[in-house]
């Protein structure tokens, strides 16, 4: 049996077809990883079945009904978590899961409650069940990412709904809070409960009981994940060859580089880095040296200062105590100097907007102080070899996130500089767009290019040269991947994560 | 009603947790009074004049001590044209009066003299008070000096009563005008933004996935605004009152019943924004542009809407504040006049309406695409 049944479904945009002609069916009882490169329509299609969408044509049924013509029905029937979580970052813990049982009308007992009891032990429940009690009364907008994500899975499962849908819960959260997510998921759903569930991580949705793969609107797999390939790895490279597949080429970018000469023994150091607010400490006593051509990881859960540590390294925050030097040069006695060395990408999409990508760049070459007679060549060359030709003139607002993340990498990198920080540049973006910077970026750092990153996807992690783990404001880990999994005794990455973290918890 | 319940409790805590609602509500009322109050100045005002005097006639030399001697002027004596053109130009004096050599000869003969008056018409007002008062003066002094036969017999002699505000103080009627003005902008600014950040953070894509209904979204956000607006003009009423004096001599029930109208339609201008813009930033501009200037300056506080162009003048009915200003004005200083309240009661209702029922329709319940 179906819980959704889509025939013909069309939807476009401004003359961009988003949903093109698809016909699915989602299995009743059954939890349904939807996977798509960006652009893929996989948002679009989740609007679609809840109503919040008019298709341009086709049919869909939801649970018996039409959701364009019965929303008001069908919506009491599910439960949906929107990509930024639909929380009210103004009210607390309690406030919101308040606010969203009345707006689903939960009155009577709900089988979540136990014994049938009154209203106030649903809430007891999801906060125990979150291991939110403790911060009930926190502002939702003051948690960090992977309880914000909690909680808004919290209002989403309220009043049992009988289907579930979850666009991208994963998004920037942390591989533990990432655990802790899916283990609520299927511990809350009965097993009628049907699920559809969105994703860019592949060993996630290789997890699942379905795995339907979207490509331009267009359904290219309906099946189940163990069918494609047997273990999460080569799922994603299935997937990745069901997409169109990724040919790895030699980096232009990287080959575009001309590597700069300087006598350092670090390119980038940080000293006994601190940061205090309050009595709190954000970073404490954080010193590294990371030397030239390296790819120096900075992992860690939500929270745990890794921005914190970020931002004091290129001079964004002030210490409270020590200092960091880019290439020998203080980052608090001469900033200037010091960043003109760097090229940073921040963990939003942080361009204008409103310009084009050529103006984007045109901009940022002013910025980084690249002179007016070089600036239009540096532009040309690096529109050549990013491949932004076909696009130099659309709005970079208007770009499909892969893209609008290679323009700020481009951006980053318009002053060739020898050293780059990424914070989380990846967030967000889909495999095969991954797979392409991190060409990039290894093949840069073969040119010598010194690279600080940091990173939730673990896979990303093995990309590393070496790899601070941190939590709490502490490194409690240094070392190459393969050392880390070795002390923790851990195959994967993911598992050596979160071993670590939970050892030095303890 | 449970759902609109918790809509509206949900709204007052963000109000409470919003300090930049709070500083709308209850900071802008406060900072515009003061500036009406303190910075704002209709009245009449002493000018500086500079006077030379190139008739050496004795009697003439009486002519420029009654400038002297004026509570409107403060005059100041020039010998050389030079110093005075500069005066001028350096607007150290707003105008001048230069009385001519053969001033006192040819009065003495029975001809008109003349007399030049110098204005600045780079300040238009300030200039019409230095040309009536200059005449006035000097017109007073023909009356009274040897020269008196040349004067015009005085046939009727106007009898001034100011009814009203019978001190003619400005601040009568700017204040209780500028309330007007503060509303519009609580009104508008206040709703503007709150739809459009429910769209922005993505709170709204959430709720329309619960069973809310468009009238709880509308109901939900005009409630909340239309007891903080109601706050903030009893806060209004009582600085102007209480605080600065302003006498108020119609009746609260009345002004507050009006003003919960006015303040009705504001709210449907700012929703109407909001729910169409669905952006913070483009909401906040517009309800500047469409409500702040036009309370300002089309509403008739400053200037008269029966001197404006025609088609300014039909624009403005269109205006709430236009009708709210009108009121206010008169239940301040002349009290309750049914027949004014009645009139601007119905056109705010009817006005009113229309917004509400333009907030309904322009809210989404689903997301555009």
Redesign the interface.
Known sequence: MNTVTITNLTKTFNNLTAIDNLSLGIEKGKITGLIGADGAGKTTLIRLIIGLLLPDSGNVEVLGLNPFTQKPELVSKIGYMPQKFGLYEDLTVIENLKLYADLKGINAPSPLAGEGRGEGSIFDKMLEFTSLAPFQDRLAGALSGGMKQKLGLACTLLGTPEFLLLDEPSVGVDPISRRDLMKMVREMITPETTVLWSTAYLDEAHSFDTAVVLDRGKVIYNGKPHDLASTPQEFEEKVIELMGGYKKEPSKIAQNYTPIDYNSECSVEADNLEKKYGNFYAVKNNSFCIKRGEIFGLLGPNGAGKSTSFKMMCGLTKPTSGTARIMGIDILKNPAKARSNLGYMAQKFSLYGQLTVRQNLQFFAAAYGINLLDRKKRVDEIIEVFDFKNVQNQKSEDLPLGFKQRLSLACALIHNPPILFLDEPTSGVDVIARREFWNHITSLAKKGVTILVTTHFMDEAEFCDRISLFYKGEAIAVGTPDELKQKAHASTMEDAFITLIKESGK | M??L???I??EF??II??PSSIIIAFVLPLLSILIYMYGVNLDSVKVTLGIKNDDANSEISTLVKSFGHSKYVDSIVFDNEQELTEAITRSKIKGAVIIPNDFSTKLSRGQSGDLLIITDGSEVNTANYVQSYSTSIANSWLNTSKFRRLANPVVINPELRIWYNQDLNSHYFILPGSISVTMTLIGILLTALVVAREWE???M?????????KIDIVLGKYIPYFALGMISMMFNVFLCVTVFKIPFRGNYLVLFAVSALFLFTLLGVGLTISSKLKNQFLASQVSLGIGFLPALLLSGLMFPINSMPTFFQYLTMILPPRYFITFIESEFMAGTVWKLVFVNAVFLTVLGMILFIAVYKNTD???K?
């Open positions: 449970k759902i319940t918790a809509l409790k949900k805590l963000q947790r919003d953070r993505g709170t894509e959430a709720i329309l996935s619960t069973q809310v209904r319940m689903r997301l695409g």
